[in-house]
C-alpha cells in the first residue's frame, strides 16, 4: 500500500522560511518524478516545482523562482521543499505529488497525492 504524507506546513510572517518534507512508503521515489502543487481557497490546485528522476528542477510558478529550492533523497525516500522569503500569496495547503514519468505542472495524471500540508503567510 503506498502512502505519501507530507510534514512541515505551519504559520510564518511574510519574509520567514519553511521547509516541508515528504516521505513516501510502498513505492520507490527514484522511479518518480516528484513535485509539488498547490491550492488555495477557491482557487484550482496548480504546480509550484518539480523534481524529475535525474535531479533536473522544473518550475511552473515565475513568482517563486529564487525563493523556492526542490531536492530529493532517494536513499531515504525523501522530497524536500525550501521555501524562503515567503510571501501572503503563497498561502495554500502543499501537496506532494508522485508521477510515473516526466514532472507535469497539470494535476492530471499523478500517481500519488499526499495529504496536504497547511502553509500560512501572514503579512
Known amino acids: 500500500q503506498v502512502q505519501v504524507v507530507e510534514s512541515g506546513g505551519g504559520l510564518v510572517q511574510a519574509g520567514g522560511s519553511l521547509r516541508l518534507s515528504c516521505t513516501a512508503s510502498g513505492l520507490t521515489i527514484d522511479d518518480y518524478s516528484m513535485g509539488w502543487f498547490r491550492q488555495a481557497p477557491g482557487k484550482e490546485r496548480e504546480g509550484v516545482i518539480c523534481?524529475?528522476?535525474?535531479?533536473?528542477?522544473?518550475y511552473y510558478i515565475n513568482s517563486i523562482v529564487g525563493r523556492f529550492t526542490v531536492s530529493r533523497d532517494n536513499t531515504k525516500n525523501l522530497l524536500y521543499l525550501q521555501m524562503n522569503s515567503l510571501k501572503p500569496e503563497d498561502t495554500a495547503m502543499y501537496y506532494c505529488?508522485?508521477?510515473?514519468?516526466?514532472?507535469?505542472?497539470?494535476?492530471?495524471?499523478?500517481?500519488?497525492w499526499g495529504q496536504g500540508t497547511q502553509v500560512t503567510v501572514s503579512s
Open positions: 523534481i524529475t528522476r535525474a535531479g533536473a528542477t522544473v
Open positions: 505529488a508522485a508521477r510515473y514519468g516526466s514532472c507535469s505542472g497539470s494535476p492530471s495524471n499523478v500517481n500519488y
